[in-house]
């Protein structure tokens, strides 16, 4: 059985899911925690969901993590919100599930955290090694930063600016910031292409879009507005050599790594150990799907797969 963490409106889960097989997967959506029956004792964790199905952590083969988040941000008041305190005990136990996995070796391809062990400047730091990266600083000073080259300004976080915006990553001007804020700046790569590569369990499957074909420096603001064209990529064998040790060296299975290619040269942007990534094979046919399927039911027997059909799985 391959339980899923993560949450209702998760498109990638669907897609396992279906892949898998309903009878051979448990999803937990954090989400609709309220929906399920929940229990954890020193034999190990149960879970219901809300059409009856059950599971218990003896019968799981395989734990991916994929978005156990919750998307609608709370507005808490100045007294405080008991929702919050709520979805905090699910964020807990959530983890939890993941270490009980983690102990058994039922943990498959994605380390949950792994974006605290490994943030954007020891990628950055450890991705200089083998790639060729813009050159960055974060500063914070009493005066706005200078700088001679064209730069941009990125986040280091995914979190909402106020109003529930999304800071992009923007060009921005010498001596223009204002110095009460931080700032992640980089120099800019006048790119031909975005280049992007899921990384599965040492295989490497690479894209890239054409930077005409959307405005701005940042493709991300275009998505769910426009359909853009990833195509198909083949990388040497020195670069996919290069990221399989880059990958080792950071101790991750699997990642989606973002890059700006320029003149034949990939400029390390940051590597996401749990990005998005079916958008790029949702037909099927570029085999990230298949990689990935390959390694969440690897060494699963049918003999098992029959007894958990047969006992709570239907």
């Not at 942007?269 to 990005?275: A, I, R, S, T």
Request: with cysteine; aromatic share 14%; proline share 4%.
């Amino acid at each position: 059985m391959l339980l899923i963490l993560t949450n209702s409106i998760d498109g990638t889960s669907d897609e396992i899911v279906r892949r898998v097989g309903a009878a051979r997967a448990f999803r937990f959506n954090v989400d609709l925690w309220q929906d399920y029956q929940i229990e954890v004792t020193g034999e190990g964790f149960a879970l219901s969901d809300p059409s009856g199905r059950h599971v218990h952590s003896h019968q799981i083969e395989a734990c991916y993590v994929r978005k156990p988040t919750f998307d609608d941000p709370l507005s808490i008041p100045e007294g405080g919100c008991l929702e919050a305190w709520q979805r905090s005990q699910i964020s807990y136990l959530c983890q939890e599930l993941y270490n009980i996995c983690k102990r058994s070796g039922k943990i498959r391809l994605v380390e949950k955290g792994a974006q605290q062990r490994f943030g954007k400047f020891s990628q950055m730091q450890v991705a200089a090694n083998y790639f060729s990266v813009p050159s960055w600083r974060f500063t914070k000073g009493s005066v706005s930063p200078h700088f001679d080259r064209p730069t941009i300004a990125k986040t280091l976080v995914a979190d909402f600016v106020e109003n529930y915006r999304v800071f992009f990553t923007t060009r921005v001007e010498s001596g223009t910031l204002d110095p009460q804020y931080p700032w992640f700046l980089q120099d800019e790569v006048d790119a031909d292409f975005d280049l992007t590569v899921v990384y599965v369990a040492g295989r490497s499957f690479a894209f890239t879009l054409d930077r005409n074909s959307f405005d701005g420096v940042d493709w991300r603001k275009q998505i769910n507005k426009t359909d853009l064209p990833w195509i198909r990529y083949k990388i040497s064998q020195d670069f996919d050599e290069r990221i399989r040790r880059f990958m080792t060296e950071a101790q991750l299975e699997f990642g989606r790594l973002d890059f700006l290619l320029a003149d034949g040269i990939e400029y390390f942007l940051e590597v996401n150990p749990n990005g998005q990534w079916a958008w790029l094979d949702m037909e099927g046919k570029e085999g990230v799907f298949d990689a990935v399927i390959a390694e969440l039911t690897k060494n699963w027997t049918e003999q098992h797969c029959e007894s958990i059909h047969r006992s709570s799985c239907v």
